[in-house]
């Protein structure tokens, strides 16, 4: 994926993210059948976890090779920013901590999985457009004095 789909991956996500985490009420699981072994603190916390696995990617994505980590730190950052407004300013929603540690899980996944899939694929692979080959042609290995505009 390239840096700008990246960002704007990210952007666009993030409003996503944004509208369910500030919606005046959040999720309820009240009148819907659950298994005895299954409860709703549980399908919180999975969720908390998979809304963060993208952003870590993204982020990690966007970052130079050696600052990767930085993704799981801006995750925790943004985590405990929006636990803080929904504490603070959402009546009917409430933060905590559980849910920073939940969704910073889910951005080191993400992190992982980028790098995993950076070391599969290859950084070259990434980096090119979807549709183009590996194949160089040798018309783009001329120089440029070679080229017919290196006479105008």
Not at 54 to 83: D, H, K, M, N
Request: net charge positive; glycine share 8%; with cysteine.
């Amino acid at each position: 994926m390239r840096r700008r789909t990246a960002w704007w991956a990210l952007a666009v996500y993030g409003l996503a993210v944004a509208a369910v985490v500030f919606a005046p009420v959040g999720p309820s699981f009240k009148g819907i059948p659950l298994p005895g072994w299954l409860h709703a603190s549980a399908i919180d916390a999975a969720a908390n976890v998979a809304i963060f696995v993208p952003v870590g990617f993204l982020i990690a994505q966007l970052l130079p090779r050696g600052r990767r980590w930085l993704a799981v730190v801006i995750c925790c950052g943004v985590s405990a920013t929006i636990e803080t407004v929904q504490t603070f300013f959402l009546s009917e929603r409430s933060g905590n901590v559980r849910d920073v540690v939940t969704n910073t899980t889910g951005g080191i996944i993400g992190m992982l999985t980028f790098i995993v899939w950076l070391r599969v694929l290859g950084p070259r692979r990434l980096a090119r457009p979807a549709g183009s080959s590996r194949h160089v042609p040798e018309s783009s290995t001329r120089s440029y004095e070679e080229s017919p505009w290196a006479s105008q």
